[in-house]
């Protein structure tokens, strides 16, 4: 760990021998050591491509690609290769509401319905008492990614992904416990629309982007090619195709470069400027990485060099060996990101990579031990080691459900009983139709990547695979009355990300 007497002992060399260029040798081996373990992570873990950029005492001490921007064209990432970086980009729209907070435009505790009139939620109270704060820090009383399925590979605007969480009862109290919501942040974007009159893609191009000249970084992935200096997204080493996340605005939509993400960490450092241009206040600052909403985070003792964790409003936030850590993660399909910065060190990084995957997590780890610590904890072993008894454990779980399938049992109807419109509330429309012999599913507002042909499982429950290689194999029971009528199914597909078990898929037109 750095003490203040290592502090006073750096300098007291300095001083003594003026010795420039040996600390500035004692650092590169240092970052040579660092570089050597993150070329051995990104082999071990088998990732596609990475970018790290690292921020000290305000100046880029690290900055360097590992891998392939696509695994097809084996085309290098650099520092300047643009990723998706899906939730950092919550910072951003949080940092958004703070400059439009100077401005005198709104206060962080108004009313949402105040500025967008139209938002509704399950509950009326809710709807009625949701504040600007409320919607950054994750208190709604929906869970963990509620309503995520209303957007995700979707074509539905932003407006009206907000429009359907009505539908979605909350499962918690108001304001009682966290539970994150990438639908609360949509809502955020359309109050930054409502309130400037402009999309939240050009109000922060406006006031962060183009002040920060971070000149790679932009809202949508709709006019990517592989000409461009683009990281592919990768599922098991293959990369696939870009699903359009346009639709989530603030929760997730941004791409940008290691090299433009360091403008953003230091504007973090230096509390709202950066080369003596404002973009948010230093109070305002102050609110962003202040506690909101209370994590848990073990027994009293300390877990992990962690005491306490918490939300801010478009950050985490923790203690590591005494000093508050600030950050935020991102993930979709084919890309895992991570920002993180530490004032009192006056310590920034950013971690890109074009796959979901441990060593996002393993590096952070090893960062900030590399800083903060004197650990020489491998926890890119630890990580890889845990993904490999994860991959033992789903084994074991297919092979269980595989067993517990009755082969013998047959379908209650014919095939034709089974067709026709289904539809849940908040996500919408279903068809089940006949396809060269076989029952065929499609969930409408997502046909592209969800539709699959049916297999008899057992009973009244058929197999699914859908057309989207992030997720894995799934099951469609249908609901059968006293009449022997098809009246809905359900969709059992274990997944963290999507609550497809909360979909409740009621027959509204078709076969009997």
Same mark, same amino acid.
Not at 150 to 170: A, D, F, P
Not at 312 to 335: A, C, N, R, S
Not at 451 to 456: G, N, T
Not at 506 to 512: A, I, N, T
């Given at each position: 760990?750095?003490?203040?007497?290592?502090?006073?002992?750096?300098?007291?060399?300095?001083?003594?021998?003026?010795?420039?260029?040996?600390?500035?040798?004692?650092?590169?081996?240092?970052?040579?050591?660092?570089?050597?373990?993150?070329?051995?992570?990104?082999?071990?873990?088998?990732?596609?491509?990475?970018?790290?950029?690292?921020?000290? %005492?305000?100046?880029?001490?690290?900055?360097?690609?590992?891998?392939?921007?696509?695994?097809?064209?084996?085309?290098?990432?650099?520092? =300047?290769?643009?990723?998706?970086?899906?939730?950092?980009?919550?910072?951003?729209?949080?940092?958004?509401?703070?400059?439009?907070?100077?401005?005198?435009?709104?206060?962080?505790?108004?009313?949402?319905?105040?500025?967008?009139?139209?938002?509704?939620?399950?509950?009326?109270?809710? +709807?009625?008492?949701?504040?600007?704060?409320?919607?950054?820090?994750?208190?709604?009383?929906?869970?963990?990614?509620?309503?995520?399925?209303?957007?995700?590979?979707?074509?539905?605007?932003?407006?009206?992904?907000?429009?359907?969480?009505?539908?979605?009862?909350?499962?918690?109290?108001?304001?009682?416990?966290?539970?994150?919501?990438?639908?609360?942040?949509?809502?955020?974007?359309?109050?930054?629309?409502?309130? +400037?009159?402009?999309?939240?893609?050009?109000?922060?191009?406006?006031?962060?982007?183009?002040?920060?000249?971070?000149?790679?970084?932009?809202?949508? %992935?709709?006019?990517?090619?592989?000409?461009?200096?683009?990281?592919?997204?990768?599922? *098991?080493?293959?990369?696939? =195709?870009?699903?359009?996340?346009? %639709?989530?605005?603030?929760?997730?939509?941004?791409?940008?470069?290691?090299?433009?993400?360091?403008?953003?960490?230091?504007?973090?450092?230096?509390?709202?400027?950066?080369?003596?241009?404002?973009?948010?206040?230093?109070?305002?600052?102050? +609110?962003?990485?202040?506690?909101?909403?209370?994590?848990?985070?073990?027994?009293?003792?300390?877990?992990?060099?962690?005491?306490?964790?918490?939300?801010?409003?478009?950050?985490?936030?923790?203690?590591?060996?005494?000093?508050?850590?600030?950050?935020?993660?991102?993930?979709?399909?084919?890309?895992?990101?991570?920002?993180?910065?530490?004032?009192?060190?006056?310590?920034?990084?950013?971690?890109? *990579?074009?796959?979901?995957?441990?060593?996002?997590? *393993?590096?952070?780890?090893?960062?900030?031990?590399?800083?903060?610590?004197?650990?020489?904890?491998?926890?890119?072993?630890?990580?890889?080691?845990?993904?490999?008894?994860?991959?033992?454990?789903?084994?074991?779980?297919?092979?269980?459900?595989?067993?517990?399938?009755?082969?013998?049992?047959?379908?209650?109807?014919?095939?034709?009983?089974?067709?026709?419109?289904?539809?849940?509330?908040?996500?919408?429309?279903?068809?089940?139709?006949?396809?060269?012999?076989?029952?065929?599913?499609?969930?409408?507002?997502?046909?592209?990547?969800?539709?699959?042909?049916?297999?008899?499982?057992?009973?009244?429950?058929?197999?699914?695979?859908?057309?989207?290689?992030?997720?894995?194999?799934?099951?469609?029971?249908?609901?059968?009355?006293?009449?022997?009528?098809?009246?809905?199914?359900?969709?059992?597909?274990? %997944?963290?990300?999507?609550?497809?078990?909360?979909?409740?898929?009621?027959?509204?037109?078709?076969?009997?």
């Amino acid at each position: 760990m750095k003490t203040q007497n290592h502090f006073y002992t750096v300098i007291l060399a300095f001083v003594l021998f003026s010795s420039v260029p040996v600390i500035a040798q004692q650092q590169e081996k240092d970052y040579k050591a660092l570089e050597k373990y993150i070329e051995k992570a990104v082999d071990d873990f088998e990732i596609p491509g990475i970018a790290i950029g690292i921020i000290k %005492n305000n100046e880029v001490v690290f900055l360097k690609g590992f891998g392939y921007r696509n695994t097809d064209t084996k085309k290098k990432v650099d520092e =300047n290769t643009v990723f998706g970086i899906a939730s950092c980009s919550k910072a951003f729209t949080a940092a958004s509401v703070a400059i439009l907070v100077d401005e005198g435009k709104l206060n962080w505790d108004d009313k949402v319905i105040d500025h967008y009139s139209s938002f509704q939620m399950y509950d009326p109270y809710i +709807t009625s008492e949701m504040t600007i704060r409320d919607l950054l820090c994750h208190r709604s009383g929906l869970e963990t990614f509620d309503g995520d399925l209303i957007w995700y590979g979707s074509n539905r605007s932003r407006e009206e992904v907000v429009s359907r969480i009505k539908y979605r009862k909350n499962e918690n109290s108001f304001r009682s416990k966290f539970g994150y919501s990438n639908v609360m942040y949509i809502t955020a974007t359309e109050v930054v629309k409502a309130v +400037t009159g402009h999309s939240w893609d050009a109000f922060i191009n406006e006031k962060i982007f183009q002040p920060l000249g971070m000149t790679s970084t932009n809202t949508t %992935n709709s006019t990517f090619d592989k000409g461009m200096n683009i990281a592919w997204p990768h599922i *098991a080493g293959k990369p696939v =195709n870009f699903i359009n996340y346009d %639709n989530t605005g603030g929760a997730a939509a941004m791409n940008t470069s290691a090299s433009d993400l360091l403008k953003w960490v230091q504007l973090m450092l230096d509390k709202g400027v950066l080369n003596d241009t404002l973009i948010f206040s230093k109070k305002q600052y102050y +609110t962003l990485v202040s506690p909101q909403t209370i994590l848990p985070s073990g027994a009293a003792e300390k877990i992990g060099g962690t005491h306490f964790s918490s939300y801010g409003l478009g950050w985490f936030l923790k203690d590591v060996e005494g000093m508050k850590v600030i950050q935020h993660g991102g993930g979709l399909p084919g890309f895992h990101s991570k920002v993180v910065f530490v004032p009192e060190d006056s310590l920034g990084y950013v971690i890109l *990579a074009n796959q979901i995957s441990g060593v996002v997590g *393993a590096l952070d780890r090893k960062i900030l031990d590399f800083f903060l610590t004197d650990s020489d904890k491998d926890w890119a072993q630890l990580y890889l080691d845990y993904e490999k008894k994860q991959a033992v454990k789903k084994e074991m779980a297919d092979s269980i459900l595989d067993a517990s399938r009755i082969k013998d049992s047959k379908a209650s109807l014919q095939l034709e009983a089974y067709t026709g419109i289904y539809e849940d509330k908040m996500y919408g429309q279903a068809e089940v139709e006949i396809k060269d012999g076989k029952l065929f599913v499609t969930l409408l507002p997502t046909a592209e990547l969800f539709h699959s042909s049916m297999e008899h499982w057992h009973f009244d429950t058929f197999k699914i695979e859908f057309n989207d290689p992030f997720l894995p194999p799934g099951f469609v029971t249908f609901n059968i009355d006293s009449e022997g009528n098809s009246t809905g199914f359900t969709i059992d597909l274990k %997944n963290p990300d999507f609550h497809f078990y909360k979909l409740d898929f009621e027959k509204v037109e078709g076969g009997k």
